[in-house]
């Protein structure tokens, strides 16, 4: 069964680095997402990724964070300067986007656990 | 706002015995339900959704759900639950404010099923 994948399982890293979060979607969807849990809350959406440009955005998700689908299989977050408060489990998404996106599923990877010290 | 209330933090079940989990949510307009499941070092597993139609919902390893429109509500529910079913179960709404995108989950019940 297709899965999503992610890449590392967990990062640690110092404060003010920049960090690379990477994903392999399952390989016919179109639509691609990002969430985060921090640790003891709720998991919270980023941001969404269609037709290689953001398609929605949370607040949280401010000048610090991008996105990239850099090929034709990687999606990435990258986190320019980290901070203490992003640490936190990363969720990647995909969801087949082919009818309307508000009733796709959207299927989930493992997660990376970022760590900022 | 769309939002979704998990009012447990974790239920205890027997081997054998009927779950529930409950979920209440608060949308405008028609909701989109979701439920996960995540075990320890996993991601978050599609359970099953509701999008329109039967009120009962059947997904992945035996569980289903029941939408109630009037009570506002999309409880989680196995008929005999198994300790392997021991995880924790996410409630999910689509938020149909914005973009159609985004999830917005509960804050999560945890399940321990007893032998």
């Known amino acids: 069964e297709p899965e999503v994948t992610q890449t590392p399982s967990h990062q640690v890293t110092q404060m003010g680095q920049e960090v690379i979060l990477r994903c392999v979607p399952i390989?016919?969807?179109?639509?691609f997402y990002w969430y985060r849990q921090i640790l003891g809350q709720k998991v919270e959406f980023l941001v969404s990724?269609?037709?290689?440009?953001?398609?929605?955005k949370s607040e949280i998700f401010d000048d610090q964070f991008s996105v990239e689908r850099p090929d034709g299989s990687n999606f990435t977050l990258k986190i320019r300067s980290t901070k203490l408060e992003d640490s936190a489990m990363y969720f990647c998404?995909?969801?087949?986007?082919?009818?309307?996106?508000?009733?796709?599923?959207?299927?989930f990877g493992p997660g990376t656990r970022l760590t900022v010290l | 706002a769309q939002s979704v209330a998990q009012p447990e933090d974790q239920v205890n079940v027997a081997e054998g015995n009927p779950l529930t989990v409950k979920c209440t949510y608060s949308?405008?307009?028609?909701?989109?339900l979701f439920w996960y499941v995540q075990y320890p070092n996993r991601g978050l597993q599609f359970l099953l959704k509701?999008?329109?139609?039967?009120?009962l919902v059947k997904g992945s390893y035996g569980f289903e759900a029941e939408f109630n429109k009037s009570q506002t509500s999309f409880h989680l529910k196995k008929p005999s639950a198994l300790v392997s079913d021991s995880a924790l179960y996410f409630c999910?709404?689509?938020?149909?404010?914005?973009?159609?995108?985004?999830?917005?989950f509960g804050a999560g019940t945890r399940l321990a099923v007893h032998p």
């Open positions: 509701y999008i329109t139609g039967d009120n």
């Open positions: 999910a709404v689509r938020d149909l404010s914005g973009g159609y995108n985004k999830l917005i």
């Open positions: 949308v405008s307009g028609n909701p989109y």
């Open positions: 390989s016919n969807h179109l639509y």
């Open positions: 998404a995909s969801s087949e986007g082919v009818l309307a996106a508000s009733t796709d599923t959207q299927y």
């Open positions: 990724f269609y037709n290689n440009e953001i398609s929605e």
